[in-house]
């Protein structure tokens, strides 16, 4: 595959890194104005670092677009006359519809949406995907491409936003909740790195007891709370403090500030 990743920072970053662990690619381009922040991926064979947005099109097939949303309408303009009808657009744009993009590409180009997370890195994103009319014919392609490095899944445009939160901006609340599980680790009595250690294997045990078992969370949970014991001692304490209504309501705040984003950025 052809794939250029428009906007190399933060999140294009973690694709490349994906891309080219899992050989997902034929030649990458990676852009971006300042390519000292990229210089990391100088030397590897079949990846080009350019400056240059309009080149990448050309020399690519799959377009992968991760620029902060402030920055999509005015490099999607530059770019449109460089595109063919069988480039496949790939946005990971939080808040920039489809119809937004079709207005400025035309509705006659394959566009997907995609919202992945920065574990692309480590081929272990969840990675929700949706696309306009045109776009339905490749998404097989994204499918294959997202699903080698992780996880997939396809749901309507609605839910983008709602995608956004739990899958994208979930990878910071789940580093929060390791890093205040590792805390209180080392106020039990163990070093720093061994703390972390703890809190990182069990919480991959938990999330994979639920991949592998397809279980409700609370199903898991009775098989460790003892009567009398001391996790439910601790989990009813957790509750009194509140811990599922704040991450829900954490969740929900930041639900609300994704329409406001266009706006706000610069
Ligand atoms: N970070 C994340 O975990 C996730 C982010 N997203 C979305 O992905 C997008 C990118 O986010 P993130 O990676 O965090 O943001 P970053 O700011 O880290 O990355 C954006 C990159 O785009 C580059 N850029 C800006 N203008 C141009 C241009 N004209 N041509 C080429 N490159 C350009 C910037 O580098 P330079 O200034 O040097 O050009 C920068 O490195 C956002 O829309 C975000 O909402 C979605 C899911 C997860
Ligand atoms: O925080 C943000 O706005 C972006 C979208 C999801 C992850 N990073």
Request: hydrophobic content about 40%; some cysteine; aromatic content about 6%.
């Amino acid at each position: 595959m052809k794939i250029a990743i428009i906007g190399t920072g933060n999140l294009g970053k973690s694709i490349a890194k994906g891309l080219i662990a899992n050989n997902a690619i034929t030649t990458l381009y990676l852009t971006k104005r300042a390519l000292e922040g990229i210089s990391e991926f100088e030397g590897y064979k079949n990846v080009t670092l350019t400056t240059d947005n309009n080149e990448a099109v050309q020399k690519s097939d799959i377009l992968i677009f991760a620029i902060q949303p402030s920055h999509f309408e005015e490099i999607l303009i530059s770019i449109a006359p460089f595109l063919t009808e069988n480039h496949v657009l790939i946005s990971t744009v939080t808040g920039f519809t489809i119809a937004k993009i079709e207005s400025i590409v035309g509705e006659n180009q394959f566009i997907i949406r995609a919202m992945p997370n920065t574990a692309i890195a480590v081929g272990k994103s969840m990675t929700c995907l949706c696309s306009n009319t045109k776009g339905e014919k490749r998404i097989k392609v994204a499918e294959a491409i997202f699903n080698r490095l992780g996880h997939s899944l396809c749901i309507p445009e609605t839910q983008m936003q709602a995608a956004t939160v739990v899958c994208a901006s979930g990878i910071a609340f789940w580093m929060r909740l390791i890093r205040a599980t590792t805390q209180a680790a080392i106020q039990l009595g163990f070093d720093a790195k061994e703390a972390q250690e703890l809190a990182m294997y069990t919480s991959e045990g938990a999330a994979n007891l639920l991949i592998t078992n397809g279980n409700h969370p609370e199903e898991e949970i009775d098989r460790v709370t003892t009567p009398k014991g001391c996790t439910i001692e601790g989990l009813n304490e957790m509750e009194h403090k509140g811990l599922s209504s704040s991450l829900i309501q954490g969740m929900i705040a930041s639900f609300n500030k994704i329409s406001t984003i266009k706006e706000e950025q610069i």
